[in-house]
């Protein structure tokens, strides 16, 4: 197959919080310690990517990838909203060292989901004052690392938490619809529902409810309701608040590192409309996408995230074609649908493109071999085709930590022994490697 331009991105990408363990002042941490959590395990130690950081870098270069995207967790920096820990950001200045040092550029995340503690207890992401809290916080780290970094990503799923808002929304109201003729069939339907989303959710455990209010009471807040981490369903004025907080963040790293190239992500679908099905389709890509675009117009880049395609009918959300393979994370195998979502987005942002996410959960690499063959071969005809896709970073370099999911889903180039955290890396890791044209 054809190779990318040597200066294409080529690389893969983390969350802090997925790999590095033991970020233990955030909000997913204090979520996975309560009695009847909705994880299926704890972080713990996740793949120890704190301290084995060096090599998992080597080992990319060695493959060689040219492009690293991980993020920086807030609660390490801010532990306490009016702490600031020195030695945490010089850990990640080691990090960006360590990048340059072997050739790969790094895409640094300043939030990948999980929040400080703190935040989520004053209010989290539907409280305004968020905006400059974020801010401040960009400000500060780009300050003191900004010249060891390029390309900025603000927020990770920027659209995440309208996404699960829809989710929610929906999955009651078929729930409800089904419950006097078939109450056995409310975990399927919870099941189905978690597909729909390209993250680790559960939303079939017993003692949901349960749960909730534990969580509420780690944070200090009496009413779950008033409990807002960043991967929870929001109000329109909370959808509004995570754009203000990106617009608000990118001003002020702008000011003091004018040099960065700064943008956010967004998890987008492919969107296919049955028959009958063409009115909720579009109304769903003006949800995932376009009601943002006046948000991001003016961004130096875009961070395109998908791993599905998503089917609508005259019902609404519609079931993939029968016998359709499906990935561990129960959505449709199909590779296709990163290039047609990056076609369908440069219609209408005309800025710089990056896949900062897309990949597989398999236990069969070879099918992630070819995952990524099939996707690759996609966008190579998108820019032949003079759309500004600048680079593919897939999702994960390593196995690792899927959210409440906990560590089944194995989307990494690298595999994880998790009793000795010794890497195993793949042969995905090669041949997504040899994709890149030689220097």
């Given at each position: 197959m054809k190779k990318f331009a040597e200066d294409f991105m080529l690389g893969a990408a983390t969350a802090a919080h997925q790999v590095e363990g033991n970020n233990i002042y955030n909000d997913y941490w204090a979520q996975e310690q309560v009695p009847h959590t909705m994880f299926n395990e704890p972080s713990l130690d996740a793949v120890d990517h704190y301290n084995r950081y060096e090599e998992d870098i080597r080992l990319m270069a060695e493959a060689g990838l040219?492009?690293?995207?991980?993020?920086?967790?807030?609660s390490r920096i801010q532990p306490e909203k009016d702490a600031w820990n020195e030695e945490e950001v010089e850990h990640y200045r080691k990090v960006l060292q360590c990048c340059h040092d072997n050739g790969i550029r790094p895409v640094v995340?300043?939030?990948?989901?999980?929040?400080?503690?703190?935040?989520i207890s004053m209010g989290g992401w539907e409280n305004p004052e968020v905006v400059d809290l974020f801010a401040v916080f960009c400000r500060r780290l780009v300050t003191e690392l900004?010249?060891?970094?390029?390309?900025?990503?603000t927020i990770n799923e920027a659209n995440m938490r309208l996404q699960l808002a829809s989710l929610m929304k929906d999955m009651m109201k078929r729930m409800a619809g089904m419950k006097e003729a078939a109450p056995e069939n409310g975990k399927e339907g919870a099941g189905d529902s978690e597909s729909q989303v390209q993250v680790g959710i559960n939303l079939n455990k017993e003692n949901m409810m349960l749960g909730m209010v534990e969580c509420a009471q780690a944070f200090g807040l009496e009413n779950p309701m008033d409990m807002h981490t960043f991967v929870s369903q929001c109000t329109p004025e909370g959808d509004i608040l995570v754009m203000k907080a990106h617009e608000a963040?990118?001003?002020?790293?702008?000011?003091?590192?004018?040099?960065?190239?700064?943008?956010?992500?967004l998890s987008l679908h492919d969107m296919v409309a049955l028959p009958g099905g063409e009115e909720d389709a579009q109304k769903e890509w003006d949800d995932e996408f376009l009601h943002y675009l006046p948000w991001i117009e003016k961004?130096?880049?875009?961070?395109v995230q998908c791993y599905t395609r998503k089917f609508f009918d005259e019902n609404g959300v519609a079931e993939p074609p029968a016998g359709s393979a499906r990935t561990q994370m129960?959505?449709?195998?199909?590779?296709?649908a990163i290039a047609d979502v990056v076609r369908k987005v440069s219609e209408r942002f005309h800025g710089d493109l990056i896949v900062t996410e897309n990949g597989i959960a398999t236990d069969d690499d070879a099918r992630r071999c070819q995952f990524i063959r099939e996707a690759a071969d996609g966008l190579q005809k998108c820019v032949e085709d003079g759309i500004p896709l600048k680079g593919y970073l897939y999702w994960?370099?390593?196995?690792?930590?899927?959210?409440?999911?906990?560590?089944?889903?194995?989307?990494?180039?690298?595999?994880?022994?998790?009793k000795?955290?010794?890497?195993?890396?793949?042969?995905?890791?090669?041949?997504?490697?040899?994709?890149?044209?030689?220097?």
């Open positions: 040219n492009s690293y995207r991980f993020s920086i967790e807030w995340t300043m939030m990948h989901f999980s929040s400080p503690k703190w935040l900004g010249g060891q970094m390029e390309y900025v990503c963040a990118k001003k002020a790293m702008k000011e003091v590192c004018p040099h960065l190239k700064i943008g956010l992500t961004d130096d880049f875009l961070g129960g959505y449709e195998d199909y590779p296709r994960s370099l390593l196995d690792n930590f899927e959210w409440q999911k906990g560590f089944a889903m194995t989307f990494g180039l690298i595999g994880v022994d998790r000795t955290q010794k890497r195993y890396p793949k042969e995905s890791l090669r041949v997504l490697g040899s994709m890149t044209a030689e220097k």
